[in-house]
């Protein structure tokens, strides 16, 4: 630790990157680095893209008055003024693209990579502009790459108050988002921490090789942080053999060389190693699925409060198993915290959770013309909609008067249900079903997304791509199966296959426990000596 203080406080240079395996005590380092009397009381900024991690480390440092933390997305609107933010622009925007232009283009991934063209700009700005309450309208990809132009344009207005950044995972950073980090290096030193083993996010074009092109760089002072005080000593182990095994297939082989070590002879972690102890290697179920699955899971998570300790558990499952479980243990008393639905229409695609926040806008301003244009698949074609959008006027006013009234009809029904008292009638339940297409629909809008029963055992479930940033005492990985661990166009592995299996098993703090549907001898596990598995068939 005082290694990378030494070196912020002796080295000329402004950037310090920090090699940081999983559970290395990252929030340790920041926390230890804003307390230490070179930076005691100076003004702090910690940014991070992922929202949990954001509250985790708000948490951390509520007691900081010098230390500010957001996210990118925060940071960008803090600095640009009162903006509103809407995730599914960039997703419009490039449809209404296709229809008014004949060409299929993502503007998602144009500003993940800096890459438009003054065409795709010119577009983008003026549907963003049409589409506009009062405030200036961003997508949280076009907000980064905003900010960056601004900075860009405007040097002088690039922050100077701050004596020191710091950036959490870094190696989920991509083109756009490292400019915005490059822009504020030019006026404040910056800490930034990652691992190129824990990079997810190619979806969004952040990839591995940017931190490690970071760490190597004669421009940079990099440091490491070698010890795991999260997992037990069996997931370093077995995480250690994984890594191991997979460079000798051929896999990471681009992956730096570091250390993941286990405390092993640190006498202040008596109880961590007592944990260790009683849970020596790592529990596996295959072949378990349907209400086995859920049987199993509700049996072994009550096993493992027995004691009476208040335990922090999380699922780990596949996006298309969320509904499944969540149904299956809120039936067996449980209360599932953390959890939204992701789940799309196979016809458009649209997340039911953004379908219902477009109807509450709707029931505020019906004329809304994003909330509109949202919905407008709910009612025209691809061609009446085009033809609509090359009007260029406002939305509402261009609707036939048929479809006005459908839309009203379907907002009333909304704000129907919503009250939680009226009776819907048999036309309405039948019209709102064809509008949401979503088992218990009704009730979840009336009770919201979280049911809660008193007295009843918390249980988080999330994605292993959403957990990040999380940790629990008791993990339950659920769909180690090859479908769900192997590439689908190729059936191998890939490396961000494999690094999503090791960001799953190592949110472990006490014990994991792995589960297969269907497979008996999933080929993950072929990468772990058996000597960490405990196989318990059933």
């Avoid at 905003?146 to 995972?169: Q, R, V, W």
């Avoid at 061609?383 to 036939?400: F, G, M, S």
């Amino acid at each position: 630790m005082t290694d990378i203080l030494k070196k912020i406080k002796e080295s000329k240079k402004k950037l310090f990157v920090g090699m940081a395996g999983p559970g290395t005590g990252k929030s340790y380092t920041f926390k230890t680095i804003i307390e230490s009397n070179e930076f005691k009381g100076k003004k702090i900024l910690i940014l991070s893209f992922i929202n949990k991690l954001i509250d985790d480390l708000s948490e951390d440092f509520k007691n900081f008055n010098n230390v500010k933390i957001l996210t990118l997305h925060a940071f960008a609107k803090q600095e640009l003024g009162d903006v509103d933010l809407d995730g599914e622009l960039d997703d419009i925007v490039s449809k209404d693209y296709f229809l008014m232009k004949g060409a299929n283009i993502k503007y998602a991934e144009k500003f993940y990579e800096n890459n438009l063209n003054e065409d795709e700009k010119q577009f983008y700005t003026e549907r963003k502009n049409f589409y506009k309450n009062k405030k200036e309208l961003y997508s949280f990809n076009s907000i980064i790459y905003a900010i960056n132009l601004f900075f860009s344009k405007y040097d002088d207005k690039i922050p100077t108050g701050y004596d020191l950044i710091l950036i959490d995972e870094f190696q989920d950073f991509n083109k756009s988002e490292y400019e915005l980090i490059k822009l504020l290096n030019k006026k404040s030193v910056i800490v930034l921490v990652g691992d190129d083993n824990q990079s997810l996010y190619f979806f969004k074009k952040a990839y591995p090789k940017q931190i490690r092109n970071l760490f190597a760089d004669s421009d940079t002072e990099n440091f490491s942080l070698d010890y795991c005080y999260r997992c037990t000593e069996v997931i370093v182990d077995a995480t250690n053999d994984l890594i191991r095994n997979v460079k000798k297939a051929g896999y990471l082989q681009e992956s730096l060389i570091k250390k993941f070590l286990y405390p092993k002879d640190d006498e202040k972690h008596k109880n961590k190693h007592e944990i260790s102890s009683k849970y020596n290697q790592i529990d596996f179920l295959p072949s378990i699925s349907g209400d086995l699955l859920i049987y199993e899971l509700a049996q072994n998570i009550k096993n493992s409060i027995k004691d009476g300790k208040k335990k922090r558990i999380l699922i780990i499952v596949p996006g298309y198993l969320k509904q499944t479980i969540y149904d299956g243990l809120i039936g067996k008393g449980f209360n599932i915290i953390e959890f939204e639905l992701f789940w799309n229409e196979e016809s458009n695609k649209v997340k039911h959770k953004n379908l219902i926040e477009t109807f509450e806008t709707l029931t505020e301003r019906k004329s809304d013309d994003l909330a509109l244009r949202k919905i407008l698949f709910l009612y025209l074609d691809d061609e009446e909609i085009k033809k609509l959008l090359l009007e260029k006027k406002k939305i509402w006013l261009c609707l036939k008067s048929e479809i006005k009234e459908t839309i009203e009809l379907d907002i009333k029904i909304f704000k129907k249900v919503k009250k939680g008292k009226d009776a819907l009638t048999h036309d309405e339940l039948k019209r709102f079903s064809k509008v949401f297409n979503l088992k218990n629909i009704l009730s979840r809008i009336v009770k919201g997304f979280k049911p809660i029963m008193k007295n009843a055992i918390e249980i988080e479930m999330t994605t292993v791509m959403s957990s990040k940033g999380l940790s629990a005492d008791f993990i339950y990985y659920v769909g180690i199966d090859d479908r769900n661990m192997l590439d689908k166009e190729t059936n191998n592995f890939t490396d961000q296959k494999i690094c999503e299996f090791l960001v799953g098993i190592t949110r472990t703090k006490e014990k994991l426990t792995l589960i297969s549907l269907k497979d008996k001898n999933p080929k993950i596990l072929e990468f772990i000596d058996k000597k960490y598995i405990n196989k318990i068939e059933k």
